[in-house]
T-cell receptor, first 113, second 117 residues
Framework: GQNIDQPTEMTATEGAIVQINCTYQ??????LFWYQQHAGEAPTFLSY????GLEEKGRFSSFLSRSKGYSYLLLKELQMKDSASYLC??????????????FGRGTQLTVWP | SQTIHQWPATLVQPVGSPLSLECTVE??????LYWYRQAAGRGLQLLFY??????ISSEVPQNLSASRPQDRQFILSSKKLLLSDSGFYLC????????????????FGPGTRLTVL
């Protein structure tokens, strides 16, 4: 089976740094995605990691450790517009899981002024 | 460039009524297509996915069905809606025949908010 776990809610203040963790236990691994979803809208792509290490993209960074089944999304210089749900998803490898993404339940981040 | 459309954007239906949601993709060929449902405060639940015309895989045995009559068209249907069918329905597509970082990325449509009363 596939198990993706992330915290349900987090809060932070404007200008701060927040780290959203994701742990996974899956039967195969073909990369890990982070998506951002504002209320009532579709998820949009933030980052993709397939090798261990840190990927940096502006204010957002994502880290992966395949041996630990662990990833985190780091958001710096938080802005009010970063208030959203952040979804962690693992890509399946082959067979019936090829082309599938297995999503966690999402972490609702609230940024306060 | 590729775009994905879903309609309607919102829908309010009585229990027991039929349902038809449509999704179309432009600017790509032979995509993988997906239907997800997101209940309030919950994660994305995969309902159906398709790798080609007429090829549908079902993930959740419910009163919903899906069809892919054309390469870039994906339809979600029900003969009789239940209260539990309420939610946010998202269609997504994925490129095929490519490799690299974007190989597994899924692109989501704007969604349909369904309320069953």
């Amino acid at each position: 089976g596939q198990n993706i776990d992330q915290p349900t809610e987090m809060t932070a203040t404007e200008g701060a740094i927040v780290q959203i963790n994701c742990t996974y236990q899956t039967s195969g691994f073909n990369g890990l995605f982070w998506y951002q979803q504002h209320a009532g809208e579709a998820p949009t792509f933030l980052s993709y990691n397939v090798l261990d290490g840190l990927e940096e993209k502006g204010r957002f960074s994502s880290f992966l450790s395949r041996s630990k089944g662990y990833s985190y999304l780091l958001l710096k210089e938080l802005q009010m517009k970063d208030s959203a749900s952040y979804l962690c998803a693992v890509a399946g490898v082959g067979g019936s899981t090829l082309g599938r993404l297995y999503f966690g339940r999402g972490t609702q981040l609230t940024v306060w002024p | 460039s590729q775009t994905i459309h879903q309609w309607p954007a919102t829908l309010v239906q009585p229990v027991g009524s039929p349902l038809s949601l449509e999704c179309t993709v432009e600017g790509t060929s032979n995509p993988n297509l997906y239907w997800y449902r997101q209940a309030a405060g919950r994660g994305l639940q995969l309902l159906f996915y398709s790798v080609g015309i007429g090829q549908i895989s079902s993930e959740v045995p419910q009163n919903l069905s899906a069809s892919r009559p054309q390469d870039r068209q994906f339809i979600l249907s029900s003969k009789k809606l239940l209260l539990s069918d309420s939610g946010f329905y998202l269609c997504a597509w994925r490129r095929t025949g490519t490799s690299g970082a974007s190989y597994n990325e899924q692109f989501f449509g704007p969604g349909t908010r369904l309320t069953v009363l």
